[in-house]
């Protein structure tokens, strides 16, 4: 099994919570669904985007430039008329729409371009590759549909884009986006955007500031089989990098996108985030009592979950703690992780705004051997949904140097459940209370434990079949009473314990999981109580 170590960084929470706030304004002012075509009115003098003069493109030319660019000095992407885009607000940007006759053909998926703002002033290069050939899409306010009085109007001719999007066939929605940083995010199995990826974390949950490289250049490219091929050039203060995507739309299963990085870095890196996932959670039926919003749930996704090298799968239920918590989970040749929205019940959400229960789980494959290293879950405290306060991604165990080269391939699958074979049974709830028994006078020093699983493993198996809880908790963790007993009309089965916690006691990190026969029946259970969840309950 993986070893597991929570840290506590008490000093980087005004730094993650600012650059999540950022992030999420990014999105939430990207207008992702496209306006009817016939909506908008045809763009003047222009019958289709206009590029510019070729030239010779391939992954491997790109890798290079990535290697010179980190042989050099780092010199950010320059912010031209910053006065123009800081007019460009959140309503000024909604009201500007890209204009679908335009859009930029990748073979026969479309791709529509994001204008700058005051959001995303950095430009970003777009280029369409074609036959080993690569032509740039030269700005120009045609593609876009604005009011006469946008403050967009006073751009020069040169300004860029801030990224952009490929539609599916209907040419009304997008079911992948690049904008903001090395950002992106795709919609999953049930056409519903929520969590995002990135091109690489640096630093992340730690003590100095975090790095935010971004990709400075795309190149787009037909892919084999209707795919669709990203490369993009990725450059920081640390760090400058090529990546090749190859991106699939599977209808009612999600996408596919088979990523390789090739890094090159400038400088020494604390913390490497290797396919770095971002994601909200405030609140659920774990932690209810944090919020007086009045849905029962609120969440992107709701667990970490791990395959481990050795075949372990481990379910780690989010949390909301009181302060800034990184938890390491290391292992070798990991087999895959990913944050995932077990919970797919609209029962538990009750939005029909913003549909959380159909939000897409994204699930880490690694295509090539990792080695040694550590999942690491990175959890912020936060009172909205608006902040992106969860961060999972991979840290290799060797720490790269100034002038050191690494190379990862990964699958990222956006679905509604992770293509993994699961033969134990899974977590489907996790509840914390009150300790004691209801009609006796409570204990003020204990908590009481709830996790539910079900899964193939325990169906048709009865309360004779000799099923026992497996629980562990820290030396100085008391555990009371542990039992396990069927859901009456159900098929899950329920896990129960008391923990008493010494005063004083941090966080406390549990292991459960149900066993027949000396033989697990349900995946590891990896829960986390934080000081604030023990003094509530007390």
């Known amino acids: 099994m ?7 960084h008490r000093l980087v929470k005004s730094t993650l919570i600012a650059a999540a706030t950022c992030i999420a304004a990014v999105f939430a002012a990207a207008p992702f669904a496209a306006a009817d075509p016939a ?6 003098g222009l019958s289709g985007p206009e590029l510019g003069a070729p030239k010779a493109f391939s992954f491997d030319m790109l890798a290079s430039r990535a290697a010179a660019l980190a042989a050099r000095p780092y010199a950010p992407t320059p912010v031209h008329q910053p006065d123009v885009l800081e007019k460009i607000d959140y309503d000024a940007h909604w009201k500007i729409f890209f204009r679908p006759e335009t859009s930029l053909m990748i073979g026969d998926t479309a791709a529509q371009f994001f204008h700058l703002g005051t959001y995303f002033r950095q430009p970003v290069k777009i280029f369409a590759v074609e036959d080993g050939t690569a032509r740039e899409l030269v700005y120009s306010t045609g593609y876009f549909d604005m009011p006469e009085d946008s403050p967009a109007h006073a751009l020069q001719p040169d300004a860029g884009f801030a990224g952009f999007r490929l ?14 940083a090395a950002y992106f995010r795709s919609d999953g199995a049930l056409k519903q955007y929520g969590l995002s990826a990135r091109g690489i974390a640096l630093n992340t949950g730690m ?8 990709f400075t250049e795309f190149y787009l490219e037909p892919g084999p089989d209707g795919r669709t091929i990203v490369n993009a050039l990725l450059d920081g203060p640390s ?18 996108m088979d990523i ?13 985030g290797i396919a770095p996932l971002t994601s909200m959670f405030w609140y659920s039926e774990s932690n209810r009592f944090q919020s007086a919003d009045w849905r029962p749930e609120v969440h992107d996704t709701d667990g970490l979950m791990i395959e481990t090298g050795a075949g372990e799968h481990i379910w780690r239920p989010l949390n909301n703690p009181d302060r800034v918590v990184t938890s390491s989970y290391f292992d070798q040749d990991i087999k895959g992780f990913g944050l995932i929205q077990r919970d797919r019940d609209f029962e538990n959400y009750q939005d029909d705004g913003v549909f959380y229960d159909k939000r897409p789980a994204v699930w880490v494959e690694p295509t090539s051997p990792w080695g040694a290293g550590a999942v690491q879950l990175i959890e912020i405290p936060t009172d909205d949904e608006i902040f992106d306060n969860i961060v999972a991604f991979w840290n290799p165990e060797t720490k790269p140097q ?5 190379t990862f391939s990964y699958r990222l699958h956006w679905t509604a459940t992770p293509p993994v074979e699961m033969k134990l049974a899974h977590t489907v709830a996790t509840r914390i209370g009150n300790g004691g028994v209801p009609g006796q006078p409570r204990p003020k020093d204990q908590i009481k434990v709830v996790v539910d699983f079900e899964g193939p493993a325990l169906k048709g198996l009865t309360r004779k079949d000799g099923i026992l809880p497996k629980v562990s908790a820290p030396q100085g963790v008391v555990i009371i009473n542990p039992f396990v007993l069927p859901v009456v009309g159900t098929d899950r089965w329920r896990m129960v314990f008391d923990l008493k916690a010494p005063p004083g006691t941090e966080t406390v990190d549990l292991r459960a999981f149900l066993t027949r026969k000396g033989k697990p029946l349900t995946e590891t259970w990896l829960g986390q109580i934080h000081p604030d969840q023990i003094e509530r309950l007390r």
């Open 2 to 8: 993986p070893t597991v170590r929570p840290t506590d």
């Open 39 to 44: 909506s908008v009115p045809p763009a003047p």
């Open 167 to 180: 539609m599916r066939p209907d040419m009304k929605t997008d079911w992948i986006s690049f904008l903001g």
């Open 207 to 214: 003590s100095v500031p975090e790095e935010f490289p971004r």
């Open 239 to 256: 760090v400058a990098g090529a990546y090749r995507m190859v991106l699939g739309d599977q209808p009612g299963q999600g996408q596919i």
């Open 260 to 272: 390789t990085a090739r890094l090159f870095f400038r400088a020494p890196v604390e913390r490497l």
């Open 402 to 406: 100034a002038g050191d080269e690494m």
